[in-house]
């Protein structure tokens, strides 16, 4: 799974690659296309930075199910305006760490709902309350089935008490995917203001 994804994001940074080298052959022709296309990757590297200290992050100590990993999704989703490098690198990102953490019986389940939040997000375009709450709901329902089907009698009282059983941990979960959206958000913007990167109209 993970070498596929690998794969994937080679062939799509191949195809960014092509794609500066035409920018770069249409320098002569507008003397801005300098100016934006470093702008581009500068944006991009920090994009990539963010993620990476936000998967760092979830290797550390911290509450149950208070972790960036939903976050993550949605950041990638709604700030990358390649979609599928937007959604493949928060994934590959998660499975490195995983690579360190373990994987566990439901990370099919896990990466699942992580890669419909991050498709999700590329629609949405931007962090909202509500989209972090859809998210969250979006991660409980579709992990928790999968615990039901791995860990639980496949019943209607199975289902009801696998559920039942993981609100405390919803709850953790929507104030992690909270904090951590926008703490994304606001940092990204902030650092991008900063650094002078330019409005969204560059956005990559």
């Known amino acids: ?11 799509l940074v ?16 507008n003397p801005n296309t300098e100016i934006n296309l470093q702008m581009m990757n500068k944006r991009q590297l920090l994009i990539i930075g963010f993620i ?17 990993i939903l976050a993550i999704a949605l950041f ?11 959604v493949l690198l928060p994934l590959i990102a ?7 953490l373990g994987f566990y019986g439901i990370s099919y389940w896990v990466y699942g709902s992580f890669f419909l939040v991050s498709m999700l997000g590329t629609y949405w375009k931007k962090i909202e309350v509500k989209n972090v709450l ?3 709901l979006i991660f409980f329902i579709i992990t928790n089935f999968g615990v039901w089907l791995g860990g639980y009698p496949k019943t209607i009282e199975g289902f009801l008490l696998c559920y039942t ?16 959206s926008y703490l994304l958000k ?18 990559y």
């Open 165 to 180: 059983m993981a609100i405390p941990f919803f709850i953790n979960s929507i104030l992690g995917n909270l904090f951590f």
């Open 52 to 68: 990476l200290m936000a998967i760092i992050v979830r290797v550390l100590p911290h509450p149950p199910n208070v972790t960036p």
């Open 1 to 11: 799974m993970i070498c596929h994804m690998v794969r994937l994001l080679i062939i």
């Open 94 to 100: 998660m499975g490195i760490s995983d690579m360190y």
């Open 134 to 136: 859809i998210s969250s």
């Open 14 to 29: 191949k195809r960014q690659l092509r794609r500066f080298t035409n920018l770069k052959n249409n320098i002569q022709e």
């Open 76 to 86: 990638g989703g709604t700030t990358f305006k390649n979609k599928w490098f937007g």
């Open 186 to 203: 606001y940092s990204f913007r902030y650092s991008e203001k900063k650094l002078m990167l330019g409005s969204t109209e560059y956005k």
